[in-house]
């Protein structure tokens, strides 16, 4: 090998080094001047805590949390400490104020109302609660069925919509007992709505029989609907109102015409030379 050119080549592995070695300590040198990320302590979730639950010193922990601290974020225990959860907190989530009721408020169902809403309880069986698919959160509307005041006896059970777009606040069971005293479970769903709508529903779950419909919660649209009876599913006609039936468009209400009784008719032969005809007459009114 040429001497010459195994000089070069040694030579260029040197700078090669060298200019490596430098790179290497200016990036450590960067890296090493950066501060460290500051890390703050927050208060999380030792454990998932449901929807209802007590919020007690044990199910509370101080954990690191890096970068600005969460907004909502509570900063004192003494703060977290016997509030109700109104959303469901998962294990290490840091706990915000939004997902807690107001002080005072207590824990269970009852601080999950919001300001200015009732909880109303409707007994239903799997039918009536859409055979099970009734859940927290979903929305439904009410259908009442029963004889209306004053409708037409040939109407028969009416049908209509009571409450649309009505939130379930909660699905669980009652324990009741039967008439011989032995428990029996009574699903027991519980729906969020407005004073005036709980008179309403109070009143119909006491008078009539209720059926739930259940409904997409991004479709809030409330449709106007005239309600229906036994007696409009055999005619095909629908209701228009209790106790009055709405006629097809297009059709009117049948003329009654009084039959007349035809006056009798006078026969006259006419004959005129070898020509004959006949004539006939209507006998005068009296």
């Given at each position: 090998m040429n001497k010459r050119f195994a000089y070069v080549l040694v030579f260029a592995l040197i700078v090669a080094a060298l200019a490596t070695l430098l790179f290497y300590r200016l990036v450590a040198g960067r890296l090493s001047s950066e501060p460290a990320p500051v890390t703050a302590q927050v208060f999380a979730a030792a454990r998932t805590l449901p929807v209802g639950t007590l919020i007690r010193d044990v199910d509370v922990k101080m954990t690191p949390w890096a970068g600005p601290i969460p907004p909502d974020s509570i900063l004192k225990k003494e703060?977290?400490?016997?509030?109700?959860?109104?959303?469901?907190?998962?294990?290490?989530?840091?706990?915000?104020?939004?997902?807690?009721?107001?002080?005072?408020?207590?824990?269970?169902?009852?601080?999950?109302?919001?300001?200015?809403?009732?909880?109303?309880?409707?007994?239903?069986?799997?039918?009536?609660?859409?055979?099970?698919?009734?859940?927290?959160?979903?929305?439904?509307?009410?259908?009442?069925?029963?004889?209306?005041?004053?409708?037409?006896?040939?109407?028969?059970m009416v049908t209509r919509t009571l409450l649309q777009s009505i939130e379930v606040l909660s699905a669980g069971h009652n324990i009741q007992r039967d008439a011989e005293g032995k428990p029996i479970s009574v699903p027991v769903v519980n729906l969020l709505v407005t004073p005036e709508q709980a008179e309403t529903l109070s009143l119909a779950s006491s008078e009539m029989k209720i059926q739930l419909v259940l409904r997409n919660p991004l479709d809030t649209e409330t449709v106007k609907t005239p309600g229906t009876a036994v007696g409009n599913l055999f005619s095909g006609q629908r209701l228009a109102g209790l106790g009055e039936e709405r006629r097809p468009a297009g059709r009117r209400k049948p003329v009654v015409v009084e039959a007349v009784k035809e006056r009798p008719e006078v026969v006259v032969e006419v004959i005129q030379g070898g020509k004959r005809d006949t004539a006939r007459f209507k006998e005068a009114e009296q």
């Amino acid at each position: 090998m040429n001497k010459r050119f195994a000089y070069v080549l040694v030579f260029a592995l040197i700078v090669a080094a060298l200019a490596t070695l430098l790179f290497y300590r200016l990036v450590a040198g960067r890296l090493s001047s950066e501060p460290a990320p500051v890390t703050a302590q927050v208060f999380a979730a030792a454990r998932t805590l449901p929807v209802g639950t007590l919020i007690r010193d044990v199910d509370v922990k101080m954990t690191p949390w890096a970068g600005p601290i969460p907004p909502d974020s509570i900063l004192k225990k003494e703060d977290l400490i016997g509030r109700g959860v109104i959303a469901t907190i998962y294990q290490d989530e840091p706990i915000l104020e939004p997902r807690l009721a107001a002080r005072g408020a207590g824990a269970g169902m009852a601080a999950t109302i919001p300001p200015g809403m009732r909880a109303v309880a409707v007994r239903v069986n799997e039918i009536i609660g859409v055979a099970g698919f009734v859940l927290p959160g979903q929305r439904v509307d009410v259908l009442i069925s029963g004889m209306a005041p004053g409708a037409s006896q040939s109407l028969g059970m009416v049908t209509r919509t009571l409450l649309q777009s009505i939130e379930v606040l909660s699905a669980g069971h009652n324990i009741q007992r039967d008439a011989e005293g032995k428990p029996i479970s009574v699903p027991v769903v519980n729906l969020l709505v407005t004073p005036e709508q709980a008179e309403t529903l109070s009143l119909a779950s006491s008078e009539m029989k209720i059926q739930l419909v259940l409904r997409n919660p991004l479709d809030t649209e409330t449709v106007k609907t005239p309600g229906t009876a036994v007696g409009n599913l055999f005619s095909g006609q629908r209701l228009a109102g209790l106790g009055e039936e709405r006629r097809p468009a297009g059709r009117r209400k049948p003329v009654v015409v009084e039959a007349v009784k035809e006056r009798p008719e006078v026969v006259v032969e006419v004959i005129q030379g070898g020509k004959r005809d006949t004539a006939r007459f209507k006998e005068a009114e009296q």
